[in-house]
């Protein structure tokens, strides 16, 4: 009999593969816990590869990185489905999928779109997502767009144009502008500054045919769909939890303190996607961009 040993390189690659696995799959129960994907994007990546990342993630793990789902209620659910707490995702049979299926779509129901569009299109999402980015890219290569210009009362960030990426003001002016119903939303945006949507270039440029898109947050974008129920809402999302992470950290406009605030606040953000009509994955700016353009499209038909 052969008493040949594994190479030690292998066992170090070996090694290696596991861990970057492990990483992986943590990172996969991050976006599923900060709800940057749904979980039935995740099963269908599993069912459809069983060697794949989410295919390898335990059905015990999976559930626990739902919303709202603890270790007791964890187990309840396992018994109802009639699945093996040692099961993984990608080795469940065809009947522990179907159930598996179904108690998703019950719990996590997709958001169905509106038959009808406006011209008014609304684009929020988490802070650092790259709302303001794909909405330059807009301006830049889609004139026929109308952009919203919003007001706030925070400084200009560098390279910030007055009048081009906002309305840049102090307080006394934003009071005006709100006493005298000049803004269709505002709000205060992580505890400090106040962001709001002036109403007259809008009702301007929808009485002219044109398709209006408004780049704004989770606030102004309830309260803009309150004032106007046909508006189109498009959420957009990070890649992943440790890309949004990452793109705050590697902009350094924020401290550490404002950062930590503002990732607080994205967790509360990416909570509520499901309110709006459609989501697109910022991975690409010029793909983003281009989705929403399509959807800016579908509107004028």
Known sequence: ???????????????????????????????????VV????????????AESVAGSMRITDFLLALPAIGVGKRDRILAELDISPVK????????????????????????TPRS??????VLAGPTAVGKGTVAAHIRENHPEIHLSVSATTRP???????????????????????????????AVVHNRSRYGTPRAPIDKALSEGKTVLLE???????????????????????????????????????????????????????????????????EDVATAAREVVELSEATAR
């Not at 469940?92 to 998703?104: A, E, M, S, Y």
């Not at 009808?116 to 299109?121: D, Q, V």
């Not at 309260?223 to 809402?233: G, K, Y």
């Open 216 to 282: 704004i947050d989770l606030q102004g974008a309830r309260q803009v769909h309150a004032a106007e129920p046909s508006a189109t809402l498009i959420f957009l999302l990070p890649p992943s939890w440790d890309e949004l992470v990452d793109r705050l950290v590697g902009r350094g406009t924020e401290d550490d303190e404002e950062r930590a605030r503002r990732l607080r606040t994205a967790k509360v953000e990416l909570a509520a996607q499901s309110e709006f009509d459609y989501r697109i994955v910022n």
């Open 156 to 186: 200009p960030r560098p390279g910030e144009i007055d009048g081009v990426h906002y309305f840049f003001v102090d307080d006394a002016e934003f009071d005006r502008l709100i006493a005298e119903g000049a803004l269709l939303e505002y």
């Open 1 to 35: 009999m052969s008493d040949r040993k594994v190479p030690e390189v292998d066992r170090a690659a070996a090694a290696r593969r596991a861990v970057e696995r492990r990483r992986a799959r943590a990172a996969l129960k991050r976006d599923l816990t900060m709800r």
């Open 88 to 111: 993984r995702l990608g080795g469940l049979g065809v009947r522990q999928r179907v159930t598996l299926q179904r108690w998703l779509d019950e719990r996590f129901p997709a958001q």
């Open 116 to 121: 009808g569009r406006s011209r008014l299109l």
């Open 38 to 49: 749904a979980p039935q994007s995740i099963t269908a990546q599993a069912f459809d590869d």
